[in-house]
């Protein structure tokens, strides 16, 4: 592990609710996140995990319907469970940025590249227009543009897909934030050029010396990237360990399951074998009641699991939801 | 781009038009006011190429001078609609949920107003002339921007890069400026196209009631009201204007197509 810094985020049972037509839904319950400066922290779970909406509620961007608590809540020596949303919006782009999936739909179709870049440092006041284009074409050399004078003046639809999400890690990174957050940005790119931007990613990363929060559901980029990982299911933390321990000595049942589910493709071929997987979905999150959210799926489920199972500490930094290591 | 020839043609027209109107005191090759006792209603001749008026005023002379009022009355009543409609409905698209509703009702009432029987009333009370024209057209035709625009708020509001901005720390103002306004113009564009040719047939017929601009300054549609009254004397003179008025909001309409073609093609019917 890279040496850990400061802490940067600290987030104590969040919770997010969304008020539906049919019920108050808990898209995230009651999640512990820790983030330090420097490291590289990945946040996995399949569709519906709540794997996004963390992201979000992080950033203080979920509307109405879409409700956000927190027990405690800090983010760079600031408590975000008081701050004005005035004074959370002089944060945003400047302390924490955010990275989505899409970066053809994350970017201003009619606005030039150079230009959106350009503009954080405009919206905070941090440098007037001249310095500010400068840098702009500056930083877009260094994400690896080649011609950043020319390709400043383009428009997000004359870029290819991995130069555009080239462009919004560069208006992820203006700012110099402490803390990026990810949403699966190489999902929408071909494999070729996901490896690239990941590079790039941890490049800005590491000279930014800022938190990596990576939101994935690709487990491939979570050994290759991650420091530490956190395993979301239905909305609430199943297992968070160092990578290293993750991969050698999974804990929960769920994350044993996505483990072997990874195609391995050294291993020999035999005919006839389907790939693992794990049976069922994600449970609706307005059906569920008490108890593991995933012992529907489970093959060690146990009468316990109908009760609200601990979080215990297997080892330093090793935590996992899950009945089987209680009372050991 | 591949365009037909309707657009061209309409082009071309609306340009020759737009010239006529703007450079009518050195184009027109007579005086639209002067009056000949010995040569009304007449055909074309030599002397009067489009014929004359009832007063013997020369009719191409009066059609120059008249497309002014008509062009002038109609941009500048769509540039007063789109000044108070489009900041209304971002307005709108931005209030709470309550403000919302209330404000599209009232908007909607006014856009099921009868355009024309409104127009009467205030121009009735207010008395014509170009300011009082501009003012009753531009407030008929500013619902339809604000909806336009409060739809298009909306919608852009809930795309991605909205969300992006505000994750960089854009505030409201920001967003509207720098997201919201630059991706609705060509929608608005197409708006503002549309009913540009109704600002022009409003006037048109506001003038042919005589509640338009007061004589003895000439526009379309009061030259159609006054000749319409010698229809068998000579056919000539009331069919020139006509034309021409038709012509005109027949191309509007026509480039205003080609635009919404071209600009958003995701629209297209």
Redesign the interface.
């Known amino acids: 592990m890279r040496n850990a810094g400061d802490v940067v985020l600290s987030a104590r049972r969040l919770v997010t609710t969304f008020d539906t037509p049919s019920g108050r839904l808990r898209a995230v319950d009651g999640l512990d996140l820790h983030l330090r400066l420097g490291e590289v922290v990945c946040l996995v779970g399949e569709s519906g995990s709540g794997k996004s909406v963390t992201g979000l509620s992080l950033m203080g961007l979920i509307d109405p319907p879409g409700h956000v608590t927190c027990d405690e809540f800090w983010f760079d020596g600031h408590d975000l469970t008081t701050l004005p949303e005035s004074e959370m919006e002089r944060l945003r782009g400047r302390r924490i940025a955010m990275i989505f999936q899409e970066p053809l739909s994350a970017l201003n179709p009619s606005r030039r590249v150079g230009d959106q870049i350009a503009e954080v440092l405009r919206i905070h006041g941090l440098a007037s227009r001249a310095e500010a284009t400068r840098r702009a074409v500056e930083l877009l050399g260094r994400v690896g543009i080649d011609d950043a004078q020319l390709r400043a003046r383009s428009y997000p639809h004359q870029l290819s897909g991995g130069q555009r999400q080239r462009v919004t890690i560069a208006i992820a990174c203006i700012g110099s934030p402490r803390l990026i957050i990810a949403d699966e940005p190489t999902t929408a790119l071909d494999v070729t050029v996901q490896t690239q931007i990941l590079d790039l990613l941890t490049e800005m990363q590491t000279s930014l010396g800022s938190a990596l929060l990576f939101i994935t559901h690709d487990l491939g980029i979570v050994a290759e990237l991650a420091d530490r990982v956190v395993v979301l299911y239905a909305g609430q933390v199943v297992e968070e360990a160092a990578v290293e321990d993750l991969y050698r000595t999974p804990g929960h049942p769920y994350t044993v399951g996505l483990l072997a589910s990874v195609p391995d493709v050294d291993a020999p071929r035999k005919r006839g074998v389907a790939l693992a997987a794990i049976p069922g979905t994600v449970p609706n999150l307005l059906e569920v009641g008490t108890g593991c959210r995933f012992r529907e799926r489970c093959d060690r489920a146990h009468d316990r699991c109908g009760a609200e199972p601990p979080m215990i500490t297997l080892s330093e930094g090793h935590r996992v939801r899950c009945w089987l290591y209680a009372g050991r | 781009m591949h365009v037909t020839a309707g657009p061209w043609a309409a082009a071309v027209y609306l340009t020759v038009v737009v010239i006529l109107a703007v450079f009518a005191d050195i184009l027109s090759p007579r005086d639209p006011l002067a009056i000949d006792p010995n040569n009304i209603l007449a055909s074309p001749s030599a002397e009067n190429l489009l014929g004359t008026d009832e007063l013997g005023r020369d009719l191409l002379a009066r059609i120059i001078h008249g497309g002014r009022v008509s062009l002038e009355v109609a941009v500048s009543a769509i540039v007063l609609a789109s000044a108070i409609g489009i900041p209304l409905g971002i307005g709108i698209a931005f209030s709470g949920r309550r403000v919302e509703t209330f404000a599209m009702r009232v908007i909607d009432v006014f856009v099921s107003l009868p355009e024309i029987f409104v127009a009467i009333v205030i121009l009735g009370f207010a008395g014509g002339g170009l300011t009082t024209l501009i003012g009753t057209i531009g407030i008929l035709f500013f619902p339809q921007f604000a909806r336009v625009a409060y739809g298009m708020a909306r919608s852009i509001r809930a795309?991605?890069?909205v969300?992006?901005?505000?994750?960089?720390?854009?505030?409201t103002a920001?967003i509207i400026r720098?997201?919201i306004l630059?991706?609705m113009?060509s929608v608005i564009a197409v708006q503002a196209s549309f009913t540009l040719s109704f600002a022009m047939l409003m006037e048109a017929g506001l003038s042919f009631l005589g509640l338009g601009v007061p004589p003895p300054t000439p526009s379309w549609g009061q030259m159609i009201g006054g000749l319409k009254n010698y229809i068998f004397i000579n056919a000539w003179p009331v069919v020139v204007p006509s034309v021409v008025l038709f012509a005109a909001v027949l191309s509007v309409n026509v480039l205003g197509d080609w635009l919404q073609d071209r600009l958003n093609p995701e629209l297209r019917r």
């Open positions: 795309r991605e890069h969300l992006c901005a505000v994750s960089l720390g854009a505030g920001w720098k997201e630059p991706n113009m």
